[in-house]
T-cell receptor
Framework: SAVISQKPSRDICQRGTSLTIQCQVDSQVTMMFWYRQQPGQSLTLIATANQGSEATYESGFVIDKFPISRPNLTFSTLTVSNMSPEDSSIYLC??????????FGSGTRLTVV | GENVEQHPSTLSVQEGDSAVIKCTYSDSASNYFPWYKQELGKRPQLIIDIRSNVGEKKDQRIAVTLNKTAKHFSLHITETQPEDSAVYFCAARAGGTSYGKLTFGQGTILTVHP
């Protein structure tokens, strides 16, 4: 199985600032996924992070707004840049845990004021 | 890309009744279909999944069926209990060049009344 430690669990940020979210996995994984879950909504994939290459972003998400790092096979960060109230959401990372399917971090609840 | 439609958006049942949630997908190359339960303020938790080479899978009170021809899959919960109340999401994993990505349905709020 794969256990993900995600931090921070929550934060309240001023508009115009940036927040970096970290995910640490207890095993090596090829792909890490970053999702956004707006209040009362489903999960939307932001990007897929592969070690050693640029992240692949989904339609509607751009690297300048959501830069991602993937320095090794157990760690990734997502930065939410130049934040506005519309960025208030829960952000989750996810990995594929082999036969156990995809598992999620505990999420980061972001409020932008 | 993949599109997953889920319905109903809300489902209310009496304790002991069965609940069925249905999803359709668009990409015939999708090969893996998980179901997640998300309680308020918590992360999604995998409750059951099915792969494209299987038509049905059961785990105690929960079962999932897959119809590849029609591109739809369903979650069945029998003998529902108040603890089953949560939001349920279906998802489909893309194949081909988009391999690995999960696309989620819109979610179903299930309420089980004692």
């Amino acid at each position: 199985s794969a256990v993900i430690s995600q931090k921070p669990s929550r934060d309240i940020c001023q508009r115009g600032t940036s927040l970096t979210i970290q995910c640490q996995v207890d095993s090596q994984v090829t792909m890490m996924f970053w999702y956004r879950q707006q209040p009362g909504q489903s999960l939307t994939l932001i990007a897929t992070a592969n070690q050693g290459s640029e992240a692949t972003y989904e339609s509607g998400f751009v690297i300048d707004k959501f830069p991602i790092s993937r320095p090794n096979l157990t760690f990734s960060t997502l930065t939410v840049s130049n934040m506005s109230p519309e960025d208030s959401s829960i952000y989750l990372c996810s990995v594929e845990a082999g036969s156990l399917g995809y598992t999620f971090g505990s999420g980061t609840r972001l409020t932008v004021v | 890309g993949e599109n997953v439609e889920q319905h109903p958006s809300t489902l209310s049942v009496q304790e002991g009744d069965s609940a069925v949630i249905k999803c359709t997908y668009s990409d015939s190359a999708s090969n893996y279909f998980p179901w997640y339960k998300q309680e308020l303020g918590k992360r999604p938790q995998l409750i059951i999944d099915i792969r494209s080479n299987v038509g049905e899978k059961k785990d105690q009170r929960i079962a999932v069926t897959l119809n590849k021809t029609a591109k739809h899959f369903s979650l069945h919960i029998t003998e529902t209990q108040p603890e089953d109340s949560a939001v349920y999401f279906c998802a489909a994993r893309a194949g081909g060049t988009s391999y690995g990505k999960l696309t989620f349905g819109q979610g179903t709020i299930l309420t089980v009344h004692p």
